[in-house]
């Protein structure tokens, strides 16, 4: 399913007196990077913020997005022996990527990961965690001090609560992080349907984890099919 994206036009760098305005705040496949933090066992057996299968449908979907795009994409987990490996469906998506293990709560407190962010050479970081109000809420607030433009992915992450979940997403935002959806990051990296190229991976990504947006979809192809045949 990884293809070599359409090359985007290049963008203006947001206005350093407005950096989450303009066109150049928007994502593209080559400037933001990606950190999937702790979707494991012992984390979702926690969760009570979301559903757990939408959690798994949403951060898979995410995943999927990112490697359709060529967006670099870490992968973490905490604690592996007693927390579990990170869900088979993320890993099948990347299945060569041994995720970093870590003993540190806050990702961005093991030197590994902020050294493989610098190497990516990108400034704007996607994060998506378990749970919302620790595993994302430190690693976003330190990444933003440090001078990076942080989007957390709200709906591919959850927390023990719904109000630990929503608490943890407005300290985020006073610190200066940019909440975004797992659809709003596929769209914004596809941008336009003229891009032929990825496309039908992004379609495909929607039908299969777009849920009602999906189904609708596979609908309009099934009435074009058709009319194309009268």
């Keep these: 399913m990884r293809t070599t994206p359409d090359q985007q036009s290049k963008q203006p760098a947001s206005d350093p007196r407005t950096p989450k305005s303009g066109l150049g705040a ?97 400034k704007k970081i996607v994060m998506a965690a378990l749970w919302t109000e620790i595993c994302l809420a430190m690693p976003a607030i330190q ?24 608490m943890a997403i407005q300290r985020m935002i006073q610190a200066g992080a940019i909440p975004i959806t797992w659809m709003v990051f596929g769209a914004e990296i596809q941008r336009d349907w003229a891009r032929t190229n990825t496309a039908p991976f992004a379609a495909q990504i929607l039908i299969e984890h777009g849920g009602v947006v999906g189904t609708t979809f596979v609908w309009e192809q099934q009435l074009l099919a058709t009319a194309t045949k009268h």
Excluded at 56 to 75: C, D, E, H, Q, W
Excluded at 143 to 166: F, R
Aim: aromatic share 8%.
């Design 26 to 122: 928007l994502l593209t496949p080559d400037n933001c990077a990606l950190i999937l933090i702790d979707h494991q066992p012992f984390q979702f057996a926690g969760l009570r913020s979301h559903d757990t299968q939408t959690i798994i449908n949403n951060v898979v979907g995410l995943a999927k997005s990112a490697k359709a795009f060529n967006v670099p994409t870490l992968l973490t987990t905490v604690l592996e022996k007693q927390g579990g490996f990170i869900i088979k469906p993320i890993q099948d998506v990347f299945p060569d990527q041994k995720p970093i293990d870590r003993t540190f709560i806050n990702t961005w407190e093991d030197p590994r990961i902020p050294e493989w962010v610098q190497k990516t050479g990108r």
């Design 143 to 166: 990444a933003l001090g440090e001078g990076y433009e942080v989007y957390i992915v709200t709906d591919a992450s959850g927390a023990v609560s719904l109000e630990a979940h929503e």
